[in-house]
């Protein structure tokens, strides 16, 4: 199962994201749930990226293992973009989550 627990700050604000884990929705190379989850997390940071010019701090690893934090202290119009973007990404991981539940779970924390 991939699980994603979105980290939200007091105000409500994502301020980090962690993805790691596998679907097993299919066999390795044919896995929808995990081709998809992929594509949405790794497309939001490169839009992040690409369209704010904000390096988040990024880890990969093994499993599926993402995690992306937002640094602090960014312009506040700035942080309203990337707060659009990952909003979004949020968004489209609970649909997936709602179609696919027994592959994916999200968590959120504060």
Not at 16 to 40: E, K, M, P, Q
Not at 97 to 103: F, I, L, N, R, T
């Amino acid at each position: 199962m991939i699980r994603a627990t979105i980290n939200r700050t007091k105000s409500g604000s994502i301020q980090s994201f962690t993805i790691s884990g596998h679907a097993g929705f299919a066999a390795h190379g044919s896995d929808i749930v995990c081709a998809g989850v992929s594509t949405i997390s790794i497309g939001t940071v490169n839009s992040i990226i690409g369209l704010t010019g904000v390096t988040p701090d990024i880890e990969q690893g093994a499993d599926g293992f993402l995690r992306c934090e937002i640094p602090d202290n960014l312009p506040v119009e700035t942080q309203e973009k990337i707060q659009l973007l990952l909003e979004s990404m949020v968004i489209t991981l609970q649909s997936m989550e709602k179609d696919y539940g027994k592959y994916i779970k999200l968590t959120f924390k504060q």
